[in-house]
């Protein structure tokens, strides 16, 4: 069930031409939203490293890949259609619901950008922002700069949102560049996070104000009124998609055998920020593949050894190679901490008569804002609850926030987990690991 880039293309020749044509994004009928595509075909855009990974072969799989790779055709085809595209940047998580309470709007993270270099095996985004002066000793999201001076990535945007206050450094860095750039016909607007979470009203009422602020500009851009009857079904259906991960990511961390690879979990977990710029399609997709799981887990299936042993990841790896020979190699992940717990949550719509209150209480679940030790506590929640045997942090090479809060992470986990912690630093793209990183990977499970 897990099959190498050569095998799951041959497995493609057997799908149906109906079924090729069943899956199209933003509910349209024509031709051109068809999203299911010979895998061969995004390694012919670029996507290189697929040649190096593993795959689920179930046809749900299939439609969750070739909807990820889709996007950026997908975000041009929105302007065509008159849908207007908005960026959001370092807030992941707390502003898609309001973007699509609107019928015309689309929202995508130019951040998980990030993963291009590394699924492409290559370094022009580097070599781009390095001619633009950012030093090597900075997280690698400083290449979603060089994305938005390339042009190819998305359509221009309509609106860009930026976050500010309780966000990283490094990224704040990119954004302020970013905001330097001389963007015709495009708004550019910074939205305040609070930077602590101990006077809870407080931040609140500073996120309910913002929320506001942002929902009326976007109905400006929309031409659309935002009532709160349009904001609350949208929060629905966040929250619809939200429960279904969180199902998902019981029933894989919890079954005797691994339902699912870790590699197709992390771009689930993903899609709970921006649905993958579509989300009545990324709804679909998901239930699909929940539906897979409780299937596998009912016939005792499942894509790796029952013996593998249970990890919890903290910090998204850069590099999905990483993940594929923790797999190869005796480990399974069945907790994670990829820094998004915001979007991880349900929005607790019952509680408020106003809907932007509870996308304010929500988003102080956010993994970055609030002690380190909290985070760790995210962590030591996700060990206990999966009863993992040990952690691994990957770290960004060069980057200064995440790095700097490793090593506070490991000590609070080992101290008060009693699990071993890993720390891993994942270097620039390459189609191999580095021999140390394999012998310390292999070590870390050996003594597991
Ligand atoms: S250093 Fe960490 S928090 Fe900052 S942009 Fe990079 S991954 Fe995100």
Redesign the pocket.
């Known amino acids: 069930m897990r099959v190498d880039f050569s095998t799951w293309n041959e497995l493609f020749q057997n799908i149906p031409e109906r079924i090729i044509k069943r899956y199209k994004y933003y509910k349209r009928k024509e031709d051109w939203a068809r999203y299911l595509s010979p895998p061969q075909t995004f390694a012919i855009y670029g996507m290189r490293h697929l040649m190096s990974l593993k795959f689920d072969s179930s046809l749900e799989c299939l439609r969750l890949w070739g909807f990820v790779f889709n996007e950026t055709e997908r975000l041009f085809r929105a302007k065509q259609i008159n849908k207007k595209i908005i960026a959001v940047m370092g807030d992941l998580g707390g502003i898609p619901p309001i973007i699509y309470s609107f019928k015309s709007l689309i929202g995508f993270y130019p951040?998980c950008l990030?993963w291009q270099p590394f699924f492409s095996e290559n370094y022009n985004l580097f070599e781009i922002t390095a001619k633009a002066s950012f030093p090597e000793t900075?997280?690698?999201?400083r290449v979603v700069y060089a994305t938005f001076l390339k042009k190819a990535y998305f359509p221009k945007p309509d609106l860009i949102i930026a976050s500010t206050g309780a966000s990283?450094?490094?990224?704040s860095c990119?954004m302020q560049k970013i905001n330097n750039l001389f963007y015709k016909n495009t708004q550019f607007i910074w939205l305040e996070i609070p930077p602590r979470k101990e006077k809870r009203e407080g931040a609140i009422k500073l996120l309910k104000e913002n929320y506001q602020k942002v929902a009326k500009i976007l109905s400006e851009i929309a031409e659309e009124k935002l009532t709160m009857e349009k904001l609350i079904l949208g929060i629905k259906r966040v929250n619809l998609i939200r429960r279904n991960y969180q199902k998902l990511k019981e029933l894989v961390g919890r079954s005797e055998i691994a339902p699912l690879g870790s590699l197709e979990m992390l771009l689930l977990e993903f899609g709970n920020l921006h649905f993958y710029s579509d989300i009545f399609e990324w709804q679909k997709i998901l239930l699909g593949i929940l539906n897979l799981v409780k299937k596998r887990i009912k016939n005792n299936e499942g894509v790796l050894n029952k013996e593998n042993k249970k990890i919890v990841w903290a910090?998204?790896p850069a590099d999905p190679l990483y993940l594929i020979y923790l797999e190869d190699n005796g480990a399974r992940i069945v907790g994670s901490e990829y820094?998004i717990n915001q979007a991880l949550q349900i929005i607790p719509i019952e509680k408020y008569k106003n809907p932007f209150f509870a996308l304010a209480e929500s988003y102080l679940s956010a993994s970055?804002i609030g002690k380190t030790k909290e985070r760790a506590e995210l962590i030591i929640k996700e060990i206990k609850k999966y009863q993992a045997k040990g952690v691994i942090i990957s770290q960004?090479f060069g980057?200064?926030?995440?790095?700097y809060e490793t090593e506070i992470l490991k000590e609070e986990i080992e101290e008060k987990a009693r699990v071993p912690v890993l720390i891993i630093d994942i270097p620039h793209p390459s189609s191999e690991i580095p021999l140390q990183t394999k012998t310390r990977i292999n070590a870390f499970i050996e003594n597991l």
């Open positions: 951040d990030w900075s997280c690698y999201s990283c450094d490094d990224y990119v910090t998204p820094i970055l960004i980057a200064s926030h995440c790095a």
